[in-house]
């Protein structure tokens, strides 16, 4: 009988309803997202989060010996930022809530949502339903269709690429932004506890390509709890809209520990199936030498040497593009293909087209 109810129920929101037991203390997240083309159509992704915001003392004390941050040494300006960058750290993750989803006419309901309260659907569409979205700056609107009393509005983007163009994939901390990945202080401090900086000349940078017809994806190893923060820096700094990719992180389980496994797989394993699913699209690859981004980047110049056009690595560890660990990195890679720099000035033209 529980099974029968439950098909019932989806089946109801899928064909219009409102999204099931989405309560008044419960938000809703959007992540930005992409469609893509497909020989049956367009197939659109969707991605969001359910959770409800409090704070839980349990998870508070979970969250402090993870984040070894002496809290009596801050002022009470960083005391102000840390309290609301690990708020979405706190919440009551929402599971088994059925979000269904609008965009222009159209309507579908999620998969039930996981432990983390994260949901996803990829939605297959014909070209005729393709079409009729409104299309705005080359994104189509999501929203999360909620009861009638409710007013409430928690709505999203798919960003659309087509088969042919150029992709900037993004790194963020130190490529973007002044992490200071390499000592573990600062990075703490500077990821909790202070206002985001951008990195010098950077958002100028991307928004140059961005007018060249260049689209964005913010690729991290950071956790999405950081998301509603970082989608902050990015429009207020400048940078253009793109797609995020980011873990999943859960306090409570061992995703927490996924966190510091080796980010060589964890990006290969977003970007390769990215790269994939666009056979005819080129790509640019930036980031920086705090960590591994010229060992990953690498790997994909190899694996799809025609797609592509540029690995950029902002140089924050000194060492120039004669390093031993360059030489040996991206020795298989045409010496023209990759370029390592300290200001964005030194980067040879892109001809993005």
Known sequence: MKELAFIAMLALCCHGGASAGVREDERIVFFPT?????????MLNVHGWVYEPEERPV??????????????????????VYRERTRYFLPDNERGKLIAVQAGALRRTAPPTQANGHFKMSW????????????????????ALLDANDARAFTGAIHVLSNRGISVVSDIDDTIKVSEVRDQEALLLNTFCRPFKSAPRM??????????????????????????????????????????????????????????NDPIAYKLAVLEPLIAAFPDRKFVLAGDSGEKDPEIYAKLAERFPTRIEAVLIRNVTGETRQASRYRAVFRRIPSE?????????????????
């Open 34 to 42: 992409y469609a893509f083309q497909t020989k049956a159509g367009w």
């Open 59 to 80: 998870l508070g004390v979970m969250l402090r010996r993870a984040i070894p941050i002496d809290r009596d040494k801050l002022t009470s300006a960083e005391r102000l």
């Open 124 to 143: 297959q569409l014909s070209d005729a339903q393709f079409d009729a979205f409104g299309i705005t700056n080359g994104m189509i609107s999501v929203a």
């Open 203 to 260: 958002a100028k940078l991307y928004a140059g390509w961005q007018a060249q017809g260049a689209q964005f994806h913010y690729v991290s190893a950071s956790p999405w709890q950081l998301y509603p923060a970082l989608a902050e820096f990015v429009r207020t700094e400048g940078f253009p809209p793109g797609t995020f990719h980011m873990k999943a992180l859960r306090l409570k389980d061992s995703t927490f520990l996924a966190l510091f």
């Open 337 to 353: 293909k990759w370029h390592v720099f300290t200001e964005p000035s030194e980067i040879p033209r892109l001809t993005l087209k």
